[in-house]
């Protein structure tokens, strides 16, 4: 089930990354990473950018069904986290999206209740 849900958002031209580091060339473009990891009923996702950046961030389920939009706004360059409460959600694994300019990148997270 998770394959599927991987390509699904695959064909949606999003790249799932298993690493917390996206390079072109030796200049690292975007960084992100959620904590806990299985989390029970919170995870910080933590991200970086490296330029000012327009940042949409969202959450899918194991389908590839929207559950929430956490960013859609412009950022500057820096470091953010943002808070995800899946308490109304039941257990299982969710996918988030984060798109900051041309860089789009899904991450898995693990909901144990």
Known sequence: MIDLAAKELKNLGYKIEEDNEQFIGEKQVFESLNHPNPFNPITVINYTLPSNEKVVIKVYDILGREIAELVNKIKSAGTYSVD??????????????????????????VLAK
């Not at 995800?84 to 997270?109: C, D, E, P, W």
């Open 84 to 109: 995800f409460n899946a308490s109304h959600l039941s257990s299982g694994v969710y996918f988030y999206s984060i798109t900051a300019g041309n860089f789009r990148q899904v991450k898995k997270m």
